[in-house]
């Protein structure tokens, strides 16, 4: 799977996971749109990603990890509450950017090594 690929379906994944918390709540809070904000973001960067914009590539990078460190206290709420809906959503989204984020990195070590 290529770099710009995963970050389509990242942020698919962000989004509607992100939207679906938000509009499934008894009581919706405007964070649970958070990651399908970091979603909406990496939609607009994937074309420029697509195109072999390395920059571009780095700032996915970067907003990837600090999505990834974002979503641990979420996480860690959930589990304190025994809430398996919230566990199984907050983990698919930091499943779905930790796979991103290995793809990255063996595409940069890749490049490197060209």
């Given at each position: 799977?290529?770099?710009?690929?995963?970050?389509?379906?990242?942020?698919?994944?962000?989004?509607v996971i992100s939207a679906y918390a938000?509009?499934?709540?008894?009581?919706?809070?405007?964070?649970?749109?958070?990651?399908?904000?970091?979603?909406?973001?990496?939609l607009v960067l994937?074309?420029?990603?697509?195109?072999?914009?390395?920059?571009?590539?780095?700032?996915?990078?970067?907003?990837?990890?600090?999505?990834?460190?974002?979503?641990?206290?979420?996480?860690?709420?959930?589990?304190?509450?025994?809430?398996?809906?919230?566990?199984?959503?907050?983990?698919?989204?930091?499943?779905?950017?930790?796979?991103?984020?290995?793809?990255?990195?063996?595409?940069?070590?890749?490049?490197?090594?060209?």
């Open positions: 799977m290529t770099p710009a690929i995963i970050t389509l379906f990242n942020a698919l994944v962000l989004i938000y509009l499934s709540s008894d009581t919706p809070s405007v964070t649970a749109l958070i990651p399908g904000v970091f979603g909406a973001v990496f994937y074309g420029p990603m697509k195109r072999g914009n390395k920059a571009v590539a780095h700032v996915v990078v970067i907003l990837t990890l600090l999505l990834i460190i974002s979503l641990i206290k979420p996480m860690t709420g959930a589990l304190g509450r025994d809430d398996t809906g919230a566990i199984i959503r907050v983990g698919a989204m930091m499943l779905t950017s930790l796979v991103a984020m290995v793809i990255y990195i063996q595409s940069f070590v890749k490049a490197r090594r060209s």
